[in-house]
């Protein structure tokens, strides 16, 4: 009994920068701050309807645009997806999914321009405030959840706590978020400037 107790005292310093407890936090990190990007992909599908709606208002004959952002903003709701248990496809559908949002408000914004009395409009401009600032919220909470991710799969798959996993968690590498085809395209072409 006192070799055992011997023995655990010897590797506990060891066993302290292996990754028992570092791996599991880092999991439990990445799953909250996927569970933050979720929430602010929420924040912002709360804030269409009334948009929508203040649209309206001003660009009755736009129905087919307003039609397009209800129905992307349905099926990003829709789309859920368990931070315990992302897959690549899961988290490539959810991508997919709120880029047709992010591309029905942009087609939005562009029929909201041609209206300048919307454009006057308190409760417009409001709204256009807090969804510009829920977009930067988004970019914040993916930046955060991509760090997490990385620093995740280093643990799992470095040294020396990549060990610890093989033999203790048999944690798999997260996959990571990556953009949409309709992202790098957006993110490729350089913005139009006119006067």
């Known amino acids: 009994m006192k070799k055992i107790v011997l023995l655990f005292l010897v590797l506990a310093p060891f ?8 791996l599991p ?3 439990n990190a990445t799953e909250a701050a996927l569970a933050e990007v979720n929430n602010q992909y929420k924040r912002r599908a709360d804030l269409i309807p009334n948009l929508v709606n203040v649209v309206k208002g001003y660009a009755k004959h736009e129905e087919s645009t307003l039609t397009a952002v209800i129905e992307a903003r349905a099926k990003a709701t829709s789309m859920q997806i368990d931070p315990s248990k992302v ?3 899961q988290l490539a559908k959810f991508q997919q999914a709120q880029s047709g949002v ?3 408000l942009g087609r939005l ?17 409001d709204l256009q405030a807090q969804l510009e600032g829920t977009e930067n919220r988004i970019t914040i909470a993916r930046q955060r ?24 968690y048999h944690f798999e590498k997260m ?4 953009m949409t085809a309709e992202e790098k395209a957006t993110a490729e072409k350089p913005p139009e400037v006119k006067f």
């Open 15 to 22: 066993m302290v920068g292996c990754g028992i407890q570092s």
């Open 25 to 27: 936090q880092n999991k």
């Open 87 to 89: 897959t690549p496809e």
């Open 102 to 104: 992010s591309q029905a």
């Open 109 to 125: 914004m562009v029929v909201a321009e041609q209206y300048p009395n919307l454009k006057a409009d308190q409760n417009f401009r």
């Open 145 to 168: 959840y991509i760090e997490s991710i990385n620093n995740f799969n280093n643990l799992v798959t470095v040294p020396p706590t990549s060990w610890t996993n093989s033999l203790v």
């Open 175 to 178: 996959p990571q978020w990556d």
